[in-house]
């Protein structure tokens, strides 16, 4: 059966295979982990997940050897006491399992996105480090195609 559908919530839950378009052309063709997992392009970046990756260009990317780095926000460690880099919690959406918070004036980009456990607490306002996982550190080209 062939679903078309808008919604990648909806395309990651009920496909075997997922074919990601844009404006007309394949973007990636792939089971919906092997988009998560391994996007082709920044597109699929950040088309796929929920929320979305969080993208950074600069410094971040360089030191990765990237023109941009792209990191899921269950993939960042937050703490209030040490990390990678610095910033402030602007919104925190405590869900029960899991608490998602906006960190702003990280210097990275506007908002990063964090996905942490629910019984952390930290609220707005709060200063906060995150951390990176390096192995899931999803590394792009000036042309925003994967870097193997």
Partial sequence: MVYVTHDQVEAMTMADKIVVLQAGRIEQV?????????PRNLF???FIGSPRMNLLTGAPAAEFGATTIGIRPEHIAVSPTEGKWKGRV????HLGSDTFFYVENTGLADTMTVRAGGDIDLHHGDTVWLTPDPDRIHRFDENGDRIA
């Fill in 30 to 38: 792939g089971s919906p982990m092997d988009l998560y997992r391994a």
């Fill in 44 to 46: 699929v970046a950040g």
């Fill in 90 to 93: 602007g919104v925190s959406e």
